[in-house]
């Protein structure tokens, strides 16, 4: 071993660890890095993550050398990159796709942490810092949206930049703020380039460092939701650990390589995939005289704006108020808290009072708003003995697959035009989506719970 330390800290490797810890960050994020041996294919899509931000930056430092960013030049520069710039179609493709890719690779990941209880305690700080980086990554895809300056970007960013004008007293001016001018405009599109391609990428890169650095100073969940470093050797190594590297980088090569061939497939023969990724109405120059029959936002966003748009007077009379009073009195009779009993009465008297004051545009965007927040206190709402799906009730699996299934509908319905049945089931489906998460502090302690074992269940495969 000696030896060994030795031939670690001469020449070029150990000159630079004597300057930098090279060595040491080596050993704490990777080979020393102990790991849970009974990851499963779930696992694969944090790590695909960081592959497409990778292919994300990489593909966006080379469509700015040609980019333009001036509101008469904007959508010609992308038509010139496209037909004129070698391998620019390409590179531009690459950078379409990949952030739809981005997103349905985050969607699952957050689904996994849903599914083994990955924001449970001692990972909430993860979790807060992974709900941040998806804000951010929101932020970052609506301020790129707007760059092409075809007719949906354009259209979009102004439907999306006026909700905010809903806001009392500071709405109008905020969106004149947010905008830089009274409409979207070149001083909108110069300011928004600024932000996506300097400013937000900074804040997605630090907080990727920030939520590793975080999940390796706790140690990674596992499908089974046990703490693998409570069960050591004498050696002071987890049992039920394996070094991240060279076990599971060469094994998420597999999942990379699985995503690259779909991603190439979508690349090089669907790169529109039916209008989702890519809009048809992208393809026309913006037009500020020429409104589209139907602007909505692109697909990722759209569960939320089908949540925005379910706010109306009648749901908000109907269904809302009595859906909080009823929240109310369940608080009341079954928590032992003060404090919480005084806070839901104070909400739902709040709510109920600003519903027949403020417009119901304004409550759309509070809903939007909120049904991203609320996954911030997921980790204290959860009140469930195990962490994983696994040991749970199977209703509880049941529940959560019904939770996916509602959220794909409500962003089938965000794309949708709007439509009496498409509005109904829009609003059924909000309700859904905040129950389930205002009522887990009760149906996450339901149900008969199976023992967690001591040791992980683990099959070589």
């Given at each position: 071993m000696a030896q060994e330390n030795q031939v670690e800290t001469t020449g070029l490797l150990g000159w630079i660890d004597q300057r930098f810890p090279l060595t040491k960050l080596y050993k704490e994020h990777l080979s020393e890095y102990y790991a849970p041996k009974n990851f499963n294919f779930w696992y694969f899509f944090g790590s695909l993550a960081m592959v497409v931000m990778g292919l994300q930056i990489l593909s966006g430092i080379f469509l700015t050398m040609h980019y333009k960013p001036?509101?008469?030049?904007?959508?010609?520069?992308?038509e010139y990159i496209m037909?004129?710039?070698?391998?620019?179609?390409?590179?531009?493709?690459?950078?379409s796709t990949g952030a739809s890719a981005f997103?349905?690779?985050?969607?699952?990941?957050?689904?996994?942490?849903?599914?083994?209880?990955?924001?449970?305690k001692p990972r909430e700080l993860i979790?807060?810092?992974?709900?941040l980086l998806f804000l951010v990554l929101m932020a970052e895809a609506?301020?790129?949206?707007?760059?092409?300056?075809?007719?949906?970007?354009?259209?979009?960013?102004q439907v999306i930049v006026n909700m905010f004008s809903a806001i009392p007293f500071i709405g109008p001016e905020l969106s004149v703020w947010i905008r830089g001018d009274f409409v979207v405009s070149d001083a909108t599109l110069n300011r928004f380039f600024a932000f996506h391609v300097a400013l937000i990428?900074?804040?997605?890169v630090g907080l990727v460092a920030a939520h590793i650095i975080a999940l390796h100073e706790v140690g990674s969940n596992n499908p089974d939701g046990i703490e693998i470093k409570a069960n050591k050797g004498p050696d002071g190594i987890p049992v039920d650990g394996i070094p991240f590297h060279p076990y599971y980088s060469v094994h998420d090569i597999l999942g990379v390589a699985v995503f690259l061939v779909i991603f190439s497939a979508v690349v090089f023969f669907g790169p529109e995939f039916g209008g989702y990724f890519l809009e048809y109405n992208n393809f026309i120059p913006a037009n500020p005289l020429k409104t589209p029959a139907h602007i909505a936002p692109v697909?990722?966003?759209t569960p939320f704006y089908s949540i925005l748009r379910a706010i109306t007077d009648e749901f908000m009379f109907l269904w809302l108020i009595p859906y909080l009073a009823a929240f109310t009195v369940l608080v009341l009779l079954t928590s032992r808290s003060k404090a919480a009993k005084l806070a839901a009465v104070m909400v739902t008297v709040t709510l109920s009072t600003g519903f027949f004051v403020i417009d119901a545009k304004f409550w759309g965007v509070v809903a939007m708003f909120a049904a991203v927040l609320i996954l911030f206190v997921l980790p204290w709402l959860d009140r469930s003995p195990a962490k994983s799906m696994r040991y749970r009730p199977h209703w509880h699996l049941k529940l959560l697959i019904v939770f996916a299934a509602v959220f794909l509908v409500l962003g089938y319905f965000g794309v949708q035009p709007v439509s009496p049945l498409g509005t109904l089931l829009s609003q059924i489906g909000t309700l859904f989506y905040f129950a389930f998460f205002m009522l887990m502090p009760w149906w996450s302690t339901m149900g008969s719970f199976r023992p967690v074992p001591d040791r992980l269940s683990f099959s070589a495969h």
């Open positions: 001036d509101a008469t030049l904007a959508f010609f520069s992308v037909r004129d710039v070698p391998w620019g179609w390409l590179v531009r493709y690459l950078h997103f349905i690779v985050v969607y699952l990941h957050m689904f996994r942490g849903l599914l083994y209880g990955s924001y449970r979790w807060i810092l992974g709900c609506f301020m790129g949206y707007l760059l092409p300056w075809g007719q949906m970007s354009f259209w979009g960013a990428p900074l804040a997605l697909w990722y966003f």
